[in-house]
């Protein structure tokens, strides 16, 4: 097989799975694992992918490269509705509680489709979040209660960060909290660009009685440049992919469920 059919079957699966590994694409291939290396660098001189432990992701730019929430909001949206209806089953029938939701795109999706799923199950909760997409989907919903929190907002995430954001979370024990997440791994666990929003993302970690990550299938295997927390830090991962070895084994070693959308 030529290099161009290689370097052609990457990218397909690069964009049907949004990760892929050395060893399996040494497997599908025919070839050795030295061969599929040597096609991801060149690759990656080519800006196609970008390198990460034992494989590569679609290249994004580097662990600071931050996209906005409004570009976000239209990627993956059917991978990222599912999920926020997968993450929904957790508001049982007649649930009672607060939730914390987290700035994001897929944190969005969740709370735009709170209302249906609290008429559906008849809950009352108490919702806080410090993002403005969240508070404005939450804000006319019967049979919630919501708080929003202060901070400098950040236009690309439209989310308020700082430490009055970060102290008001201290003061904060949600039963639940949303979060979202740019990347994760076994080793770096979740990750962000910005240090103002791993300070927000560390605090509602630390705040929330139950942490669920909402995480596409483009995050896994990313690490971006600060960590907010440790896999072992969270409760349920949330995606719509299954997980690579490394990753699914860390997870169940840290006694985190993983729900698939």
């Known amino acids: 097989m030529y290099a161009t059919e290689r370097h052609a079957h990457i990218t397909r699966s690069l964009t049907d799975r949004g990760r892929v590994s050395v060893v399996d694409l040494a497997r599908d291939l025919g070839v050795t694992t030295e061969t599929i290396r040597r096609d991801l660098d060149a690759m990656e001189e080519q800006g196609v992918l970008r390198r990460v432990h034992g494989g590569a992701v679609p290249s994004r730019g580097g662990s600071t490269t931050e996209v906005s929430i409004a570009e976000r909001t239209s990627v993956n949206s059917g991978a990222k509705d599912a ?107 979740l990750s962000t660009p910005d240090p103002a929003e791993a300070a927000v993302k560390t605090a509602i970690v630390r705040a929330a009685r139950r942490v669920i990550v909402l995480a596409d299938a483009d995050k896994m295997g990313v690490e971006s440049l600060v960590s907010f927390a440790d896999i072992a830090d969270i409760d349920v991962l949330v995606t719509d992919a299954p997980l690579d070895a490394e990753l699914s084994d860390a997870l169940a070693a840290a006694d985190v469920e993983v729900w698939l959308a």
């Open 83 to 189: 999920i926020a209806r997968r993450a929904l089953e957790v508001i049982t029938r007649g649930w009672r509680g607060s939730v914390l939701f987290d700035a994001g795109s897929t944190a969005a999706a969740v709370a735009r489709l709170m209302g249906d799923r609290v008429a559906g199950t008849g809950a009352q909760i108490d919702a806080v979040t410090h993002a403005v997409p969240v508070a404005h989907a939450l804000s006319t919903v019967p049979g919630i209660d919501l708080t929003v929190l202060g901070g400098q907002v950040r236009g690309i995430t439209a989310a308020a960060v700082g430490p009055s954001t970060v102290d008001a979370l201290r003061s904060l024990r949600p039963d639940l909290a949303f979060i979202g997440t740019n990347g994760i791994t076994a080793g770096f666990g």
